[in-house]
């Protein structure tokens, strides 16, 4: 059993600035790629950001020079620096960690609940 803790949404002003963090626990042996989708009203769910255990990051094309991904593994967390907010950036953000947890078993994707990131004035 694995569970990601999304922490960080709120409400933030065009231009403003939020970091979201997701910590996961539970029956962990290592994590590979971790990420940050989103998904506004009436739209799909979108790849924001993706980091992998190597430090290797992408990003969606909107979010690029604006948002940051990171990840520390002590922690067990994942973090989206996500600056000069808009209101396009307004949607529910949720966490996405690919877990081993045995050394020659499956790595399987966890997510986590999601976590409300509004931009309005």
């Known amino acids: 059993q694995v569970q990601l803790v999304e922490s960080g949404g709120g409400l933030v002003q065009p231009g403003g600035s939020l970091r979201l963090s997701c910590a996961a626990s539970?029956?962990?042996?290592?994590?590979?790629?971790m990420g940050w989708y989103r998904q506004a009203p009436g739209k799909e769910r979108d790849m924001v950001a993706t980091?992998?255990?190597?430090?290797?990051?992408k990003y969606a094309d909107s979010v690029k020079g604006r948002f940051t991904i990171s990840r520390d593994d002590a922690k067990k967390t994942v973090y989206l620096q996500m600056n000069s907010l808009k209101p396009e950036d307004t949607a529910v953000y949720y966490c996405?960690?690919?877990?081993?947890?045995?050394?020659?078993?499956?790595?399987?994707?966890?997510w986590g609940q999601g976590t409300q990131v509004t931009v309005s004035s």
């Open positions: 996405n960690a690919d877990v081993s947890s045995s050394w020659f078993g499956p790595t399987v994707p966890y």
């Open positions: 539970g029956s962990i042996l290592s994590i590979n790629d």
């Open positions: 980091i992998t255990s190597g430090g290797r990051r």
